[in-house]
């Protein structure tokens, strides 16, 4: 034993420990070099550093999703250099697990290739997965130092069973808050995600690790989860598309999870993040088309296929909510909001303004927060940022819930959800909406631990619908409020910003086609 190890508390001990098995794996050719480390402030968490800008980052290949999947089945590439690739731009970029039985994989899926086979639609394309997932052999800690005393993990979550049947190749777990149930992607045991694009920045969360590293052109491919934005937060600071279907959808069972469960009325969706849009369908129709059936490998989830719903409508109507009054928008995300509605304005599309007050994104929000915050775990540093803000701002949407019996207090977290459902279905057919736009946060990405309340990712978790973060713009220098912590204008320069699309509850199919007309409008035919 280390002479000075009894002074150590154990979780200190487990972390490090953990740590160095992680490292011992990578393979020290795949390291950074030291004259690279030399270059750069550090400790980078404290120093503003746009990693985008690196010789090493701006070398690497840009690939989509689309053209990289069809190589290792064409021959161009085989499965086994674009796994080995990923592996080594992941222990680069400092993530969690890389997986001993990847390049096995990959030389199997070359093997059948060879043969003239093909495992599936996704053959050969490697995949990064949040490390809330399950991976046979491995453990899921979610950043939770008590999780390491639980053996690895002795079967895959539905959906990595899923994805290695399609052809997939999984080669990587990424970062997530201790718990994830914190405001960054930072734990004891792996310490924190950096944002890519500003290293002061937060990477976002819960899928923070996944944000950083597609951002980081690490993965071409990764799964997050979300119950209150945790797929479209790190898309949003991290500058990516990422997509959210309702929670039915797409296998969501057997994940590693914090408390002891029991009912809920929200539930969490398992989606894709990308560098480009048709990445999200790829994943998403992949998944849902008809031979695949997710409800084989997930009885939680709805037995509907893939449905080809053709072209959109030429012209579009959307709703637009610019800003809940409660929730003010910095500047450069309401500048993106107000340019993209002028885009979609000039495609000629409808844009019809919707009431705040109809939109009942605070009294979401407030169930939401009563829903999340039954756990009874004790506050971290970060989550004590958020139970402050909840308390400031003093929301009574519920009068007296806390003076009920917990009984009452589960009656009526079951009862509010549903008055919230029954406004927006109104709200739907009174205005004829194809698709909503709103932000996907009143900020970018903010610095780190400071990433408060989610009032506009939250809501669509409570009402279960499908929806879609299209990054657009990047904030330039501007004034912050006075009073305003933790959100130096300056030091957001450059940080990226995001529109947020959404359709009612179980429409993906058209919720990413819209989508695509909406990025289309925004980006012509430039890919971000």
């Known amino acids: 034993m280390n002479p000075h190890e009894g002074d150590t508390p154990a979780w200190q001990i487990k972390a490090s420990k953990k740590r160095r098995e992680c490292n011992d794996r990578i393979p020290k050719e795949w390291l950074i070099p030291q004259t690279l480390w030399e270059t750069l402030p550090l400790p980078l968490e404290e120093n503003k550093v746009n990693l985008m800008e690196l010789d090493v980052i701006r070398r690497t290949n840009k690939y989509t999703v689309a053209s990289l ?5 064409t021959g161009e590439f085989i499965a086994l250099e674009v796994a080995t690739a990923y592996c080594k731009r992941a222990a680069v970029a400092g993530q969690l697990t890389l997986f001993p039985s990847t390049i096995a994989r990959a030389k199997e899926l070359d093997t059948m290739r060879e043969s003239g086979q093909l495992k599936g639609p996704l053959h050969g394309l490697p995949i990064s997965v949040k490390d809330c997932l399950h991976v046979a052999g491995t453990q899921a800690t979610i950043g939770f130092t008590a999780y390491l005393d639980q053996l690895p993990s002795d079967e895959n979550s539905c959906l990595i069973d899923m994805l290695l049947d399609l052809g997939a190749v999984r080669y990587v777990k990424t970062n997530v808050p201790q718990t994830m149930m914190t405001a960054d992607s930072e734990n004891i045991i792996f310490g924190r995600a950096l944002n890519p694009w500003n290293t002061t920045l937060t990477a ?3 899928s923070g690790g996944e944000g950083a590293l597609i951002a980081l052109r690490r993965s071409p491919l990764g799964i997050g989860t979300d119950v209150a934005g945790s797929i479209r937060i790190p898309a949003l600071c991290c500058g990516l598309y990422g997509f959210k279907p309702s929670a039915c959808r797409i296998p969501n069972s ?3 999870e914090y408390g002891t469960g029991g009912l809920r009325t929200i539930y969490g ?11 999200l369908e790829i994943l998403t129709r992949a998944v849902l088309r008809a031979n695949s059936r997710p409800a084989v490998y997930d009885l939680g989830v709805l037995d509907t296929p893939w449905r080809e719903i053709g072209p959109t409508k ?4 959307f709703g637009f909510l610019l800003v809940d009054p409660t929730f003010p928008l910095h500047p450069p995300v309401r500048a993106a909001l107000e340019e993209a509605a002028f885009r979609l304005g000039e495609a000629g599309h409808e844009i ?3 009431p705040a007050e109809e939109c009942h994104i605070p009294y979401s929000l407030e169930v939401v927060w009563k829903v999340v915050a039954q756990g009874g775990e004790p506050p971290i540093a970060s989550r004590a940022v958020i139970e ?4 400031e701002l003093g929301l009574r949407f519920v009068p007296g819930f806390e003076d009920r019996t917990p009984l009452e207090r589960l009656s009526t977290l079951n009862v509010k959800p549903g008055e919230i459902i029954k406004n927006w279905h109104t709200l739907w057919r009174k205005y004829d909406l ?11 990405a903010v610095e780190r631990d400071m990433y408060g309340l989610t009032p506009y990712t939250s809501f669509l978790n409570l009402l279960d619908y499908p929806a879609c973060v299209i990054p657009f713009r990047r904030a330039g220098k501007f004034p912050m409020p006075r009073g305003k912590k933790g959100n130096n204008g300056r030091l957001l320069e450059g940080a990226p910003c995001s529109v947020q699309v959404f359709t009612s509850r179980v429409r993906a199919e058209e919720c990413l086609a819209i989508s695509k007309v909406v990025d289309r409008c925004l980006h012509g035919d430039v890919t971000t």
């Open 69 to 73: 999947f069809a190589k290792p089945s």
């Open 204 to 206: 976002g969360r819960s």
């Open 254 to 256: 057997r994940q590693q």
């Open 269 to 279: 969706s398992v989606g894709p993040l990308a560098n480009d849009i048709d990445a």
């Open 314 to 317: 030429p012209r579009l109507r």
């Open 352 to 354: 019809v303004p919707l």
């Open 388 to 391: 402050r803000l909840a308390k």
């Open 434 to 444: 194809d698709a909503v736009i709103c932000p996907p946060a009143p900020n970018t």
